[in-house]
């Protein structure tokens, strides 16, 4: 039984999988390296809370029990060892994924099953660090994790069956929509998000359309709820081009190759809305 869910990362991904998890009636430990995250991850949950309690949308009550539900830690044995469930959320660099789950073995129970929430690093890589391979997989969410019903289980082929039904079954009890992928560059979503990200660059990059008609041609199009432009500028220019290079490097499709548009604004500083520009100023 799961009743124990730590959060690795308190950052956008991390703090959103904490609340989620919490306002399902989880035990959530929320960590990270420093105090000064954790409370910012923490107050970020509070803060989308009361935004929800606002709108209607999450009664007062609820949000008190999901507040009380959390608990934040820097103390990495402190979050992992009550654990029945981890989910990794720290940034994307395959040997500090493998660094903390050579380390979750020490703390956690050996029933423990330990997830990532990469967007396209190799699950079986991050596995390969520990002693239980049988019962690591991926947890890939979407941002806001409180809002988007999406979440990739992606499995290897050490992954136990039972290890895929207990994380298909807690990903609809924390309110998701769980699609199941086998271990693979990109999994499903970042690679075809990405393919068609690049290929809009490229039209941008060759004067095909400005960058609002682009996005537009998808969202009224296809009915897409944001253009593949604006999506990269939410995400940020470099974490896609982070993703591109390591699509290209793994898969040698010509689709996977970077524009040099992207590599551009990545070395001026222009990452997208967390920077104040992008393809768009915000």
Known sequence: MIDVISVLGAGTMGHGIAQVAAMAGYQVYLFDIKEELVTRGFNSIKNNLD???????????ARDK??????????????ASPSNLVIEAVPELLELKRSIFARLDEFCSPSTILATNTSSLSIKDIASSTKRPQQVLGMHFFNPVHIMKLLEVVYTEETSQVTINTTLEISRHLGKEPILVKD????????????LGLEAMRMLQQGVASAADIDKAMELGYNHPMGPLKLTDLVGLDVRLNIADYLFSTLGSEVFRAPEILRQKV???KLGKKSGEGFYKW
């Open 267 to 269: 070395a001026e500083g």
């Open 51 to 61: 935004k929800g309690v606002e709108k209607g949308k999450v009664t007062s009550e």
């Open 66 to 79: 999901a507040l009380a539900n959390i608990k934040t830690t820097t103390i990495l044995s402190d979050a």
């Open 184 to 195: 693979s560059p990109g999994f499903a979503s970042s690679r075809l998000g990405i393919t």
